[in-house]
C-alpha cells in the first residue's frame, strides 16, 4: 500500500530522530515528491543527504530551504543554511562558491544582535584559510572569540565546532598539550551530548588525523574506535565512515594484521562513489603501502599513482617503491624534493626515514646523518610537548639514527639506538617496524663480532617477516642468514667490495670512480678496514684479506 505524503513525512522525521540517515533521506524526498515540504523539513533532508554520500541533493534541498527563509525574512535561519552550504563547497575545493556564500551569511547578520551563534559560525569559516595561509594567531583569536560567543548563546554545536578550530590553532602554533587537551575535552564534550552530526563527525576525524600527524598512537587508537561507534551506531552513514576505515587500516597495519588492514582500505575504495575525493586519496595511499610492504611492487605503483591522481602525495611510499627496486636517485630527489615543500614538521618526520634509507643506499653518509639529527631534533620537539605522542616518533628518530650510525662505521653507538627503537617499538605492538630494527641489530653485532647473538636477533626478524609477507625484507634477512654467503669476519658488503680492488692494485681515485663513491668516503672505508684487519697499510690489507679468504688470491677467480 503507497503511503501518503503526510506518512512519508512523518516517517522521514522519525527516522531523522532515530539517527537512521537512509530511511529518512527516502522517506524526505519522496514526501517531498507529493507535498512541499517546510524549510525545517527541508534541512532534514539535506543533513540525511549529506550523511548517506548524496552531495547533490544535500545543496538541492538545502539551498531551497535558504530560499524559504529568506522568503520569511528569517535572516539568522538563512544564515546557518548558507555557512553550510558554503562549508559544503570549501571541502569540495570550489573556493569561489565558498566564498560567495560566506558573504551572503554575513549579509543576513548585519542587523541582527551581537550575540547570536549564528555569528560564531561565520567566524569559523575564515579559520581553514588562515590556519592554511600560517596565519596562526589569528586563527586562535576567531576560534576563541567564536567559543566564548557559543558560551554566552549555550550552543554546543558551535561550542565543539569553535574548541576544535582552538585546539588545532594551537597545535599549529606548536603548542601540542595545550591543543591535545583541548581537544581531548572537546571530544569527550561530544560523546556525552547530541551534536548536529556534521560537527561531531567533521571533530572525530580532524583530531584523529591532528594525532596521526603528531604519531600519537594512544589517542589514535582511542579516538577511531570512539568513531567507529558513532558510525556504527547511525546506519548508512557515508562520509566518515570512510575516513574512519582508512584510519583503522593504518592501525591494524602497525598491529601486524596486514590482510585485515587490507581488507578495511578495499571497502573504501570500492564505495568510491560515496566517498570524497580527499578520503579515496587517503585510501589508495594506504593500499600502496600495504602492496608495497608485501612486495607487489606493480599493485602498488597503481595505488600510488591513484592517489596522485586524488591529489594526494604519494610520497615517501612511491619512492621507498623505486629505492626497493634499486632507483636510490630517484628516490633521493624526490624525497628532497618533498622535503623542500613541506610546511610543518610532522610532514617532514613522515618523509626524513625514507630520505635517510635512500642516502643510506647512495653511500651519502654525512647528509644521512644530517637528516638523522633533523628527524631527532623533531621528535625532541614533539616529546616536549606531549608525552603520549612521543613513543612512535622517538623510536623512529632512534632506528635511523642507529642505522645511519651502523653505515658510517660506529656499530657500538649504532647498537644502543636500535636497542632503544626495538624496545619503543615492541612497547606499541609495532611488530613490523621491531622486525626491522632487529634486522640493523643483528648487523650491528655481526659487525662487532658477535655472530651469534647476530643470528638470534636475525631469527627473531626472519619470523616476523615470514608471517607479514614482507617479502623484501625477507629477502635480505635470509641473506645475512645463509652461511653460504658468508659477509666476512667483520667487514661489511662494502668494505670487501673495497677491499678487492685495494687488493687489484687500483688507486683510492679509481676505487671512487668504478663503485661511484665519493673519495671521502673510500677513505672513510679503508680506515675502518684497517682497524678491524688490525693493519696499518693498503699492502698489509691485501695480504690479511687473503688469508682470511675475503679477497681472491691473485691468479684466482
Partial sequence: MLMTGSELLLRGRTAYEARDWVTAFESLSDADGLEQLSAVDLEMCAL?????GHNEEFRRCLGRAYQEYLARREDRAAAR???????????QGDGIKASAWLSRAERHLIEQPEECAERGYVLLARVPQLLASRRYDEALRLASQAERLAERCADEDLLAFAAHARGVSLLRL????????????TLLALASSEPFPIVAGLVYCSVISACRSL????????WTDALGSWCAAQPGLVPYAGECKVYHSELLQLKGQWQEA????????????????????????????????????????????????????????LALLWLEGGAADAAANALRRALQEATDEQRRARLLPAYIRSLLALERLEEAGEASRQLTAIAHGVSSGNDQAANLLEAMAQEWSGRAELAAGRATAALAALRSACDQYQRLGDEYDMACARLAIGEACRELGDD????LELSAAR???ERLGAKNELK??????????????????????????????MTNRSIAQELELSARTVDRHLSNIFDKLSVSSRAAAAVRGVELGLVPAQGEG
Avoid at 543554511?81 to 571541502?91: H, I, K, S, V, Y
Wanted: proline share 4%; with cysteine.
Fill in 48 to 52: 540525511a543527504a549529506f550523511l548517506t
Fill in 81 to 91: 543554511a548558507a555557512f553550510w552550504l558554503g562549508f559544503e563547497a570549501g571541502n
Fill in 174 to 185: 606548536g603548542e601540542v598539550r595545550q591543543g591535545m587537551e583541548v581537544l581531548d575535552e
Fill in 215 to 222: 604519531f600519537d598512537l594512544q589517542r589514535m587508537h582511542s
Fill in 262 to 317: 587490507l581488507a578495511e582500505v578495499e571497502e573504501v575504495i570500492a564505495l568510491d562513489t560515496l566517498n570524497s575525493q580527499r578520503v579515496l586519496g587517503l585510501a589508495a595511499y594506504q593500499l600502496g603501502e600495504l602492496r608495497r610492504l608485501r612486495g607487489e611492487r606493480e599493485e602498488a605503483e597503481a595505488a600510488f599513482m591513484e592517489a596522485h591522481r586524488l591529489g594526494h602525495d604519494p610520497q615517501p611510499g
Fill in 452 to 455: 651469534e647473538t647476530a643470528t
Fill in 463 to 465: 619470523s616476523c617477516f
Fill in 476 to 505: 635480505a634477512t635470509a641473506q645475512l642468514l645463509d652461511a653460504s654467503e658468508p659477509i666476512g669476519p667483520r667487514l661489511s658488503p662494502r668494505e670487501r667490495q673495497v677491499l678487492a680492488l685495494v687488493a687489484a692494485g
